[in-house]
């Protein structure tokens, strides 16, 4: 169920409310830090995840006719996570999630139909008393129970916050995979979505979809192809290999490098692809699609996305997403 969006349940308000019904009188002073900043020291361990290779033998491949693009939009997604107040060593996290996605009309970037966005108070309900889950409650913001009827692990303050870091992430995704199936339905236009697409069984399958992610925590590769992989030059991309993981819908994927990672750490510049699987395989017919997709995405790296920190795998679509998003964060 999502909230009803309004100017009152920005984070501030929301703070200054809480102060009010948790320890009335107790002014608020401390501005806290954004659990997407501090819990990026809680990552996942660096993995390695073996993959079918389809595109015999792995290889690299290049890029050679870079074509004008095919993308018609982008999909992007945003969060925002904040303590608002403490209940003992117990953390009420304000979330806000958004998604949105920019349409290419004329040579311009506009909003398609309207921008998602949800807000929510996230505690671990059954760590709290009944007298603060009231004053929670009457804060009139949605409520999202962190342990969802499981028992908590650690009741570490820390570890609580990364609980329900963890339920404001599945929230972006969960809006940003509706966002995507909606353009699904409505139209054959290719979408361009930053990040994954296996999650979403909507997209995943559909032929108007390519995700590309631009982190690398996993590996998506056999331990004999690492080597390849990293050594990719700018309009080089790897052979297309088949990921298929628990509850998520296999899907065809390849790594592009989009500029020169020389000096750079072997990361740099490098982005992973992927597409739906269809059902009768021709692997000619997706090597096709794997490179007229990769001079897509090549085309769409100028202008630069500078000054994000990652420009060096960022296209400009997905940057006007960002700062489009930026604006629901209030």
């Known amino acids: ?72 939009a982008f999909l992007d997604g945003a969060q925002w996570s904040l303590p608002a107040a403490w209940v003992g060593s117990v953390p009420v996290v304000h979330g806000t999630v ?17 921008p998602m966005v949800e807000r929510a108070l996230y505690v671990p309900v059954p760590l709290v008393s009944a007298e603060a889950r ?50 699904c339905e409505q139209s054959d236009a290719t979408l361009f979505v930053d990040g994954g697409i296996s999650g979403s069984a909507a997209m995943a399958r559909a032929k108007c979809v390519v995700g590309v992610v631009k982190s690398h925590q996993t590996l998506h590769a ?33 790594y592009l490098r989009l500029r020169d990672s020389t000096g750079q750490d072997p990361l740099w510049g490098l982005v992973r692809v992927e597409i739906a699987l269809a059902p009768a395989l021709d692997v000619a017919q997706l090597a096709a699609r794997a490179d007229r997709i990769s001079s897509w995405i090549l085309a769409e790296t100028l202008p630069l996305s500078a000054p994000d920190s990652r420009w060096d795998n960022m296209v400009y679509g997905i940057r006007d997403c960002e700062e489009f998003l930026r604006a629901t964060r209030a």
Do not use: C
């Open 222 to 254: 056999n331990d004999s192809d690492v080597a390849v992989i990293m050594a990719l030059r700018p309009r080089e991309r790897s052979s297309v290999v088949r990921i298929a993981a628990t509850k998520r819908t296999a899907v065809a994927s390849w």
């Open 1 to 72: 169920m999502s909230s009803t969006v309004t100017v009152n349940e920005g984070f501030d308000v929301v703070r200054r409310r809480l102060a009010a019904l948790l320890t009335p009188g107790v002014p608020v002073v401390s501005e806290p830090q954004p659990l997407e900043v501090a819990s990026r020291g809680v990552q996942d361990p660096p993995t390695m995840r073996a993959a079918e290779v389809i595109e015999a033998p792995m290889r690299a491949r290049p890029i050679q006719d870079i074509r004008e693009t095919g993308f018609a």
């Open 98 to 114: 958004a998604a949105v996605i920019r349409e290419r009309r004329e040579r311009r970037l506009v909003t398609w139909r309207s």
């Open 134 to 183: 009231a004053a929670i409650d009457a804060t009139g913001l949605r409520l999202v129970d962190t342990l969802d009827a499981r028992k908590a692990e650690s009741t570490h303050p820390f570890a609580l916050q990364e609980l329900a870091y963890r339920a404001v992430l599945a929230a972006r995704e969960r809006l940003e995979q509706s966002l995507g199936a909606q353009w």
